[in-house]
């Protein structure tokens, strides 16, 4: 069952908690980023989880190994319930992570980042890789290294699901209600029902959300979208 995860990203305290108190019960997930997390700090994270939310901490860490598992110690010890790191950090950052993760018992999601929703094919022609093929191969070492999950565009969602069922999760951003909507940096972008349809576990959605002068609206109708693409995998 595909979920809604409502993005921070504001660089204003007020209208971060006041968007958190608007939403009420409609939302139990959010997405604290660096933009947030700077903005706040812990006093984010201590007010979603006193208030009974779920913390998808978005910090996307690419570091060497040792800073890397000490600073997912410290996340993982604050119970957030996902994290990120780039996948192209490599196996010995990412095993190391999860050997963190199995020696604290902890419940906490290490999520894989893949290729960021903003990027289109030009832009990592250096690479020489097109994005679905480097995309699967990331997804396929971090699923051997031992991620509990993957952050990917609408594009490779398909394929990834196809090969890896749940419970690996797949968490899609770059969510927008209407597809034609092409005025941000969000470049390969998709609508919810098309996400959950493919297999999403999760969406992420920010600034549709928070832009809105109706918030709680914006929120009710990706609910409802996200319900539509639900009831279309039974």
């Known amino acids: 069952m595909g979920k809604l995860i409502v993005a921070l990203d ?7 908690y006041e968007l958190i108190k608007r939403l009420g019960n409609k939302v139990d997930f959010y997405k604290v980023g660096i933009i947030s997390y700077f903005t706040c700090g812990d006093e984010l994270i201590k007010k979603l989880k006193k208030e009974g939310k779920k913390i998808f901490l978005d910090f996307k860490f690419f570091d060497i190994p040792n800073t890397v598992k000490n600073a997912s110690k410290i996340l993982i010890e604050k119970e957030v319930d996902m994290f990120t790191v780039h996948l192209m950090s490599g196996e010995q950052v990412i095993k190391s992570i999860v050997e963190v993760k199995q020696k604290l018992k902890s419940e906490t999601k290490i999520i894989g980042v893949t290729v960021l929703t903003s ?10 890789i097109k994005i679905d093929k480097l995309v699967e191969k990331l997804v396929n070492y971090g699923y051997k290294w031992g991620i509990d999950g ?15 069922k749940s419970p690996f999760l797949i968490i899609v951003p770059g969510v927008r209600i209407d597809e034609k909507n092409k005025k941000d940096d ?14 999403a576990d999760f969406i992420v959605v920010g600034r549709p959300i928070y832009e809105n002068k109706e918030p709680e609206k914006i929120v009710e109708k990706i609910l409802s979208k996200i319900k539509n693409g639900n009831k279309n995998m039974d």
Do not use: H, W
Request: charge should be positive; hydrophobic fraction near 35%; charged fraction near 40%.
């Open 119 to 128: 990027l289109v094919e030009k832009e990592i022609d250096f690479l020489n």
């Open 150 to 164: 993957v952050v990917c565009s609408g594009q490779e969602l398909e394929m990834i699901r196809t090969k890896y």
């Open 186 to 199: 969000q470049k390969r972008i998709t609508t919810p029902e098309q996400a959950i349809k493919k297999g």
């Open 10 to 16: 504001l660089d204003d305290k007020k209208r971060i």
